[in-house]
């Protein structure tokens, strides 16, 4: 098996529970097969951990584990994907992220759990090998009925992949539908974005939603409608999702007639930037902004916090006072601290008063090691939205 060796030194990451070595870390960069086995040794060649590398990625290798007597094989693979779920097993809902890579131990690997639905994204060459013993371990040990690779990540193509999408075992529906926590939420499996759904924001909408929940409310980049479907029951008199994509919306028209909200529940297939134009201000009582990530490099970050700030002032002018708006961000690279300047920033833009009521960040199915501190993406702050006089 190929030896990785550091440089000297006790400051690279992988030393303290990080789980990635980079090319620049390594005395030098291995000529391996993409996703091959290796060990990973100190300069001293103390044994670090034993992964999968990569030779022309800036990550090198990712660990898999620090037991030197370990080897990467069936049984620990098996092991490890069964132990992930078993760690959720507290969680009192049937959708969850199952693995959440790097906080599983199992970097380059997700897996969403929908009821009797695994939808699996291996997202690292390493990962694209190890796929017969993590589908095993998910339809044999842990009974799961159908299984759907959706490895379409943007991460493949560093990795050489090619984006993939197929049906692993069982007989994955085209439209899957969940119980979302007392709401029935549909998706398109093969066709929607990511897995399929979002399993990052339910804790959020438990404990934010029914401050929202006002004659009028807006669910802005709705995708398939969770935000909105959650603010119906919860009593929304009137719910307005927004998104650009047809097949979202599609999906928003068909979830609220699945739930009987046909009549409160509406889908608009729009821009969000020129949405918000045909609106009056101060017109409604509750409003969530979930965007994509802005910022998808750290070089982006000063243009993406400035349209994270524009966006976020034209939202709250839509509130009226004394309504409720929830602000969220999923970029990596937005930092909870700078997050809070453009919220700032933002309300001295639409020349509001805001006042933090909720602070929530992902779900706790996507933990966060703390040696991995880069895991912490999602922010999703609920405030109140007065005039500056008031
Ligand atoms: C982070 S997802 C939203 C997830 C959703 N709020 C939920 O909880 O499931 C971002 C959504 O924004 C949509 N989108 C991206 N750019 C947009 C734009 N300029 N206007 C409207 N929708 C947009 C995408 O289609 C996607 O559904």
């Not at 789980?19 to 996703?35: H, T």
């Not at 009521?357 to 895991?375: D, N, T």
Request: some cysteine; overall charge neutral.
């Amino acid at each position: 098996m190929t030896e990785l060796r550091l440089r000297p030194g006790r400051k690279h990451r992988v030393l303290h529970g990080h789980p990635w070595v980079f090319s620049n870390q390594l005395v030098e960069v291995p000529s391996i097969e993409p996703g091959a086995e290796v060990t990973v040794r100190a300069h001293d060649c103390s044994f670090v951990g034993r992964g999968y590398g990569h030779p022309n990625t800036l990550i090198s290798a990712r660990l898999l584990t620090r037991d030197e007597d370990q080897p990467v094989d069936e049984a620990f693979v098996r092991g490890a994907v069964a132990r992930s779920f078993g760690r959720r097993s507290w969680i009192d809902r049937t959708s969850w992220r199952a693995v959440h890579g790097e906080a599983d131990g199992l970097p380059g690997l997700v897996i969403d759990r929908f009821d009797d639905l695994a939808v699996l994204a291996a997202n690292t060459a390493g990962m694209e090998r190890l796929r017969p013993w993590i589908e095993a371990a998910v339809r044999d040990d842990l009974g799961i009925a159908h299984g759907l690779w959706k490895c379409d990540g943007r991460g493949r193509q560093l990795e050489g992949l090619p984006e993939t999408v197929d049906v692993g075992w069982g007989e994955p529906a085209a439209v899957a539908a969940i119980d979302d926590d007392g709401v029935q939420v549909g998706f398109e499996v093969m066709g929607g974005q990511k897995t399929g759904l979002f399993l990052d924001m339910w804790e959020n909408r438990r404990r934010m939603v029914r401050a929202l929940a006002g004659p009028r409310t807006l669910d802005l980049y709705s995708y398939v409608g969770q935000w909105g479907l959650h603010m119906a029951a919860a009593g929304a008199g009137e719910v307005v999702c927004v998104d650009r994509s047809a097949g979202a919306i599609a999906q928003v028209r068909a979830n609220a007639e699945r739930n009987g909200w046909s009549d409160r529940v509406t889908g608009t297939e729009a821009s969000v930037d020129e949405f918000l134009r045909t609106v009056p201000d101060a017109s409604f009582d509750g409003v969530v902004c979930d965007p994509p990530s802005f910022i998808r490099s750290r070089k982006q970050s000063s243009q993406g916090m400035k349209a994270y700030r524009t966006l976020f002032a034209h939202a709250l002018r839509k509130v009226r006072p004394g309504g409720h708006a929830v602000l969220a961000s999923c970029s990596h690279h937005l930092w909870e601290d700078r997050f809070a300047d453009v919220v700032k920033e933002a309300g001295k833009w639409a020349k509001r008063r805001l006042t933090v009521v909720m602070k929530g960040g992902q779900s706790p199915c996507h933990p966060v090691p703390l040696a991995v501190p880069e895991a912490r993406y999602l922010k999703c702050w609920l405030v109140r939205v007065d005039t500056l006089g008031t």
